[in-house]
């Protein structure tokens, strides 16, 4: 079982920053995969960046080169930097995990979800 709490949502001007947090708690990051995924109004939840149990990242590439997945196994919290952030980034931010694994970015695949954090950029 594992237990994740996102904080850090809030409202910025296109352009600004902001970082989420992840606090996980069951398992420690050695042995799970996590990620984060988003999800607008009227559409489908989708894949945003991964961090593998090895420490390999990964994004999307609508993200790509703006945002930052990272960690901190000390505190077993997973981040977020996102940066030179759009109107389009404007949805609700899911932390997830799963036990370690092939790398995946389809929800299904993630057994843990947070409650998520509201990320709003306005223009």
């Known amino acids: 079982q594992v237990l994740l709490a996102e904080s850090g949502g809030g409202l910025r001007q296109a352009g600004g920053s902001l970082r989420l947090s992840c606090v996980a708690s069951g398992r420690t990051f050695s042995n799970i995969d996590m990620g984060w995924f988003r999800q607008a109004p009227g559409k489908e939840r989708e894949f945003v960046a991964a961090r593998r149990w090895s420490g390999a990242t990964y994004y999307a590439d609508s993200v790509k080169d703006r945002f930052t997945i990272s960690s901190d196994s000390a505190k077993n919290t997973l981040y977020l930097q996102m940066n030179s952030l759009k109107v389009e980034d404007t949805a609700v931010y899911y932390c997830?995990?799963?036990?370690?694994?092939?790398?995946?970015?389809?929800?299904?695949?993630?057994?843990?979800w947070g409650q998520g954090t509201q990320v709003t950029v306005s223009s």
């Open positions: 997830a995990a799963r036990p370690r694994s092939n790398l995946s970015v389809r929800t299904n695949a993630y057994a843990y």
